[in-house]
């Protein structure tokens, strides 16, 4: 049986959207939706071409590994119906040999996926048959809902087109070129000459080998992905209590010895309390690096519990990591020097926890010239980025984000600023270097956007500015050109 | 601990005992402190920076700018930046960091006189900065200079650069008028700074000597 989700967006289904990758020419569709597909667009176009053929198209930047990651999160959400699940590159495969009779025969368990998948939100194709190429084949072309028995298989899948035999566009190509349009086409074809044309054939692109695949006469077993292990460790108690955080050593101690024996470490851990009447809260937290020293998520949820309504007391409560990862045990250095990046991971913890995870940041580099483009603070859980290089002409201290407008006063429109007025006090130039001219970048500004001349001044007092003027006087981009102060040198 | 010739200027500030000093400048705008502060990093400290900010310093003054603090000191720079509501939360992360020996300086900025930022909170952070050898640096803006255990108290704006060689109309190099007003183990004074740029570290330049008080204002008959 295979399953194919289509990625839901928040758009109306009679609005033109697609999905857009980076390909080595620019843009590419990554997917579409129907209406989009109506006016045109398929995947592998050139996001230039699809919007000539489709002026309304909306497009947004396709994320392939949250959707790998989503499909195998589903897969493993899909082994309620059978035990043998695999997310493929666009579907579900499942095995439900034997399964099918728990949920009173094939058609029914159809019905049943796809009312669940369907209240998630999803629109499935599904297709149940006896081999895995011939249930792939028939959800992605057949009727969408299509039970196919092993008597009926070989008339079934002979009227699909070759395109169906999982083999890439260009073989499939090549076979209609040859006059072979569909499965049954194919099929009555002597083996021989075909076999020697696609003799260097990838095994995954040999229609002959896809083929037999599909009919059963070559096994294809189902690889089937572990689940990823749990970690949760629960304090039962016979008395409701009050407070919980005297229970907290014994939870992480229990925690970590669970996560030592399987050689993982946890990445987010979530302490979750149930109360005596029924309701049920929790704290989060998240860590750096993967750890398992009890000591360490005993402190991460230091005064965070007393947040937590106790109503009339916690009769459960349980520490799980949410997330984990493996960790191998390390062994501390002879000289007995600590280890930094530990350091430096626990202090990111700590403060993670009181401020959020997004408070405390890194500069990561950008290639861009812009100055505020250049510098994206990503938060500091994250693997640390490339920091900034050392810029070729002076860049301020600080930086203003947004810049502050500034009146200014000038000789001449194209030249440097005499003075300026800036939160209500003026400031007389006396040196200025530039102008240092940076230009919008036309492939991610909007049209229109003004360029920048940047000049390093120094008022009367010795303080230095970065001001900028946006735009020239008739550079036909708007008015008079408005001037800017971002940043302030040392 | 180190012992600092107490009438000797500062010129040598690199070498000298890591603590808290704090660092206030006349307008919220000004970058000289934040310069003044950078030209003591030397190419030595291993390690992020770690700088922590309230909402309102950031606003008025801006957030430090890697790619600037690169070009100054002539290296990429390991920035951890944490950005907070409250001057408490200031002070508590500044107390958290200076734990952490992983880093190599700990910059901090307050705006204004927030009653968290007492003799208390202050005596907390330097002997935290003794006791892990990390020097720790306080921003003031828009403060009075009230009570403080801060072991230097330094004034620091900006003065009018030299001219440079190649052109007379650009700012030159940054000079700095530097006021040590209060200091343990040292002779306060006040100072003309530079930073040199070949040997990354901070210069002080010829001493000014304190300007005597104003003579009363006579009405000429």
Redesign the interface.
Same mark, same amino acid.
């Given at each position: 049986m295979a399953l194919k989700t289509r990625r839901g967006a928040a758009v109306p289904a009679d609005a033109p959207f697609a999905l857009m990758v980076e390909g080595p020419h620019g843009p590419v569709v990554h997917a579409a939706n129907p209406a989009a597909e109506a006016a045109g667009v398929h995947p592998g176009l050139r996001m230039v071409d699809a919007r000539a053929v489709c002026s309304d198209l909306r497009a947004e930047e396709a994320d392939p590994r949250g959707d790998r990651a989503a499909l195998l999160d589903l897969a493993l959400w899909s082994r309620r119906w059978c035990p043998w699940t695999t997310p493929e590159r666009t579907g579900i495969a499942m095995d439900v040999t034997g399964s099918t009779h728990l949920w009173d025969g094939e058609p029914a368990l159809l019905r049943e996926i796809e009312a669940r998948l369907g209240r998630m939100g999803l629109s499935v194709h599904l297709a149940i048959a006896p081999t895995r190429g011939a249930a792939w084949a028939l959800a992605r072309f057949g009727s969408g809902r299509e039970v196919c028995g092993a008597s009926d298989l070989a008339a079934r899948v002979a009227l699909l087109p070759v395109r169906a035999l999982r083999i890439r566009e260009e073989t499939a190509l090549l076979l209609r070129r040859l006059g072979l349009r569909t499965v049954g086409d194919l099929a009555v074809v002597p083996r021989l000459p075909l076999a020697r044309r696609f003799a260097r054939a990838e095994p995954k692109d040999n229609p002959l080998l896809r083929l037999d695949q599909m009919m059963g006469r070559v096994p294809e077993p189902l690889p089937c992905p572990d689940e990823p292990p749990r970690f949760l460790a629960r304090a039962a108690l016979s008395e409701p209590v009050l407070d919980p955080t005297p229970l907290l050593p014994s939870l992480a101690g229990e925690l970590c010895s669970m996560l030592a024996a399987k050689g993982f470490g946890a990445r987010r851990l979530a302490l979750t309390v149930f109360r005596s009447d029924g309701a049920v809260s929790g704290v989060e937290a998240a860590t750096a690096r993967a750890t398992r020293d009890p000591r360490h998520l005993v402190r991460l949820f230091e005064g965070r519990l007393e947040t937590l309504d106790p109503g009339f007391g916690f009769d459960l409560v349980t520490l799980g990591a949410t997330l984990a990862e493996p960790l191998s045990a390390r062994q501390p250095s002879l000289d007995g020097q600590?280890d930094?990046?530990e350091?430096?991971a626990?202090?990111?913890d700590?403060?993670g926890v009181?401020?959020g995870p997004r408070?405390?940041?890194?500069?990561a580099f950008r290639e861009s010239h812009v100055?505020e483009r250049?510098?994206a603070?990503v938060p500091?859980l994250d693997p640390?980025p490339p920091?900034?290089?050392?810029?070729q002409a002076?860049?301020?201290?600080?930086?203003?984000?947004p810049p502050e407008e500034v009146r200014v006063l000038y000789a001449v429109p194209e030249g440097p600023p005499a003075q300026f007025i800036? /939160?209500r006090?003026t400031h007389r130039v006396? @040196? +200025?270097?530039g102008p240092e001219r940076i230009a919008p970048e036309w492939w991610r500004d909007r049209p229109g956007t003004r360029l920048r001349d940047y000049y /390093?001044?120094?008022d009367?007092?010795?303080? @230095? +500015?970065w001001l900028f003027r946006e735009g020239l006087l008739g550079d036909g981009r708007g008015a008079e050109p408005r001037w800017y102060v971002q940043?302030?040198?040392? | 601990m180190k012992c600092v010739n107490p009438l000797a200027a500062p010129d040598s500030m690199a070498d000298r005992f890591p603590t808290l000093c704090e660092v206030f400048s006349p307008?919220a705008?000004?970058?000289?402190a934040?310069?003044?502060v950078?030209?003591q990093i030397t190419p030595k400290a291993r390690?992020?920076i770690f700088w922590v900010q309230d909402r309102l310093s950031r606003h008025e003054?801006?957030?430090?700018?890697?790619?600037?603090?690169?070009?100054?000191l002539?290296?990429?720079?390991?920035?951890?930046?944490?950005?907070?509501r409250r001057a408490a939360?200031v002070l508590?992360?500044m107390e958290?960091?200076l734990?952490?020996?992983?880093?190599a300086h700990v910059i901090g900025e307050v705006w204004g006189d927030p009653p968290a930022l007492d003799f208390t909170a202050t005596k907390r952070l330097a002997l935290r900065s003794e006791r892990s050898g990390m020097q720790a640096w306080l921003f003031r803006r828009a403060a009075r200079t009230d009570l403080s255990a801060a072991r230097e108290r330094w004034h620091v704006?900006?003065?009018?650069?030299p001219p440079m060689p190649d052109?007379l109309?650009?700012?030159?190099a940054?000079?700095w008028q530097a006021e040590l007003f209060r200091a343990r183990g040292r002779m306060p004074g006040r100072w003309v700074a530079r930073?040199d740029t070949a040997n990354g570290r901070l210069v002080m330049g010829h001493h000014i000597p304190a300007p005597d008080p104003a003579p009363p204002l006579r009405a000429l008959g």
């Amino acid at each position: 049986m295979a399953l194919k989700t289509r990625r839901g967006a928040a758009v109306p289904a009679d609005a033109p959207f697609a999905l857009m990758v980076e390909g080595p020419h620019g843009p590419v569709v990554h997917a579409a939706n129907p209406a989009a597909e109506a006016a045109g667009v398929h995947p592998g176009l050139r996001m230039v071409d699809a919007r000539a053929v489709c002026s309304d198209l909306r497009a947004e930047e396709a994320d392939p590994r949250g959707d790998r990651a989503a499909l195998l999160d589903l897969a493993l959400w899909s082994r309620r119906w059978c035990p043998w699940t695999t997310p493929e590159r666009t579907g579900i495969a499942m095995d439900v040999t034997g399964s099918t009779h728990l949920w009173d025969g094939e058609p029914a368990l159809l019905r049943e996926i796809e009312a669940r998948l369907g209240r998630m939100g999803l629109s499935v194709h599904l297709a149940i048959a006896p081999t895995r190429g011939a249930a792939w084949a028939l959800a992605r072309f057949g009727s969408g809902r299509e039970v196919c028995g092993a008597s009926d298989l070989a008339a079934r899948v002979a009227l699909l087109p070759v395109r169906a035999l999982r083999i890439r566009e260009e073989t499939a190509l090549l076979l209609r070129r040859l006059g072979l349009r569909t499965v049954g086409d194919l099929a009555v074809v002597p083996r021989l000459p075909l076999a020697r044309r696609f003799a260097r054939a990838e095994p995954k692109d040999n229609p002959l080998l896809r083929l037999d695949q599909m009919m059963g006469r070559v096994p294809e077993p189902l690889p089937c992905p572990d689940e990823p292990p749990r970690f949760l460790a629960r304090a039962a108690l016979s008395e409701p209590v009050l407070d919980p955080t005297p229970l907290l050593p014994s939870l992480a101690g229990e925690l970590c010895s669970m996560l030592a024996a399987k050689g993982f470490g946890a990445r987010r851990l979530a302490l979750t309390v149930f109360r005596s009447d029924g309701a049920v809260s929790g704290v989060e937290a998240a860590t750096a690096r993967a750890t398992r020293d009890p000591r360490h998520l005993v402190r991460l949820f230091e005064g965070r519990l007393e947040t937590l309504d106790p109503g009339f007391g916690f009769d459960l409560v349980t520490l799980g990591a949410t997330l984990a990862e493996p960790l191998s045990a390390r062994q501390p250095s002879l000289d007995g020097q600590r280890d930094e990046g530990e350091d430096l991971a626990r202090l990111v913890d700590r403060l993670g926890v009181r401020f959020g995870p997004r408070a405390l940041s890194r500069p990561a580099f950008r290639e861009s010239h812009v100055p505020e483009r250049r510098e994206a603070w990503v938060p500091a859980l994250d693997p640390s980025p490339p920091a900034p290089p050392v810029p070729q002409a002076p860049r301020p201290l600080r930086l203003f984000d947004p810049p502050e407008e500034v009146r200014v006063l000038y000789a001449v429109p194209e030249g440097p600023p005499a003075q300026f007025i800036w /939160r209500r006090v003026t400031h007389r130039v006396t @040196r +200025f270097a530039g102008p240092e001219r940076i230009a919008p970048e036309w492939w991610r500004d909007r049209p229109g956007t003004r360029l920048r001349d940047y000049y /390093r001044v120094e008022d009367h007092e010795g303080r @230095r +500015f970065w001001l900028f003027r946006e735009g020239l006087l008739g550079d036909g981009r708007g008015a008079e050109p408005r001037w800017y102060v971002q940043g302030a040198f040392g | 601990m180190k012992c600092v010739n107490p009438l000797a200027a500062p010129d040598s500030m690199a070498d000298r005992f890591p603590t808290l000093c704090e660092v206030f400048s006349p307008t919220a705008t000004d970058g000289a402190a934040t310069g003044f502060v950078l030209a003591q990093i030397t190419p030595k400290a291993r390690g992020p920076i770690f700088w922590v900010q309230d909402r309102l310093s950031r606003h008025e003054g801006g957030r430090p700018h890697a790619t600037g603090l690169a070009f100054l000191l002539g290296r990429p720079v390991d920035l951890l930046y944490l950005e907070v509501r409250r001057a408490a939360d200031v002070l508590w992360a500044m107390e958290e960091a200076l734990g952490c020996p992983a880093l190599a300086h700990v910059i901090g900025e307050v705006w204004g006189d927030p009653p968290a930022l007492d003799f208390t909170a202050t005596k907390r952070l330097a002997l935290r900065s003794e006791r892990s050898g990390m020097q720790a640096w306080l921003f003031r803006r828009a403060a009075r200079t009230d009570l403080s255990a801060a072991r230097e108290r330094w004034h620091v704006s900006a003065l009018p650069s030299p001219p440079m060689p190649d052109d007379l109309r650009a700012p030159g190099a940054p000079i700095w008028q530097a006021e040590l007003f209060r200091a343990r183990g040292r002779m306060p004074g006040r100072w003309v700074a530079r930073h040199d740029t070949a040997n990354g570290r901070l210069v002080m330049g010829h001493h000014i000597p304190a300007p005597d008080p104003a003579p009363p204002l006579r009405a000429l008959g």
